[in-house]
């Protein structure tokens, strides 16, 4: 090749290099953007697992074998809990009447504290 020739098929190398590089670039760009991006969604269930048949936990394995034995236990707990609202309720009341007398006898106290209380 001639000088001239060589230096011409030089600029074309350049100017196609000019012209590809920036596609090139936007195309290596774009696709690392296009990564596996699994590990942003759960895993889900195999179809084994959500087709099985239900388990009955630990816990419930009274219920499940004696029914009768859950009821009648369900109404041990609510007598006991009606006896310990009972308690609780006469209590409240004695606790009323302690009260109410406490704050009279406060009232008192504050009216006599303002009758010597100096000017």
């Known amino acids: 090749m001639l000088p001239r020739q060589q230096t011409r098929a030089r600029m074309k190398d350049i100017d196609l290099a000019k012209t590809l590089l920036p596609v090139l670039l936007g195309a290596a760009l774009i696709l690392a953007g296009c990564g596996d991006r699994s590990g942003d969604y759960p ?36 007598a006991a809990l009606a006896v310990s609202s009972a308690e609780v309720t006469a209590a409240q009341s004695a606790d009323a009447q302690a009260l109410t007398a406490r704050a009279e006898a406060l009232r008192r106290r504050a009216a006599e504290l303002a009758r010597t209380a100096p000017e």
């Open 43 to 78: 895993a889900l269930l195999p179809s084994e697992q959500i087709l099985a048949e239900p388990a009955i936990p630990g816990h419930a394995e009274i219920a499940a074998s004696s029914p009768d034995q859950v009821v009648s236990d369900l109404q041990n707990a609510g």
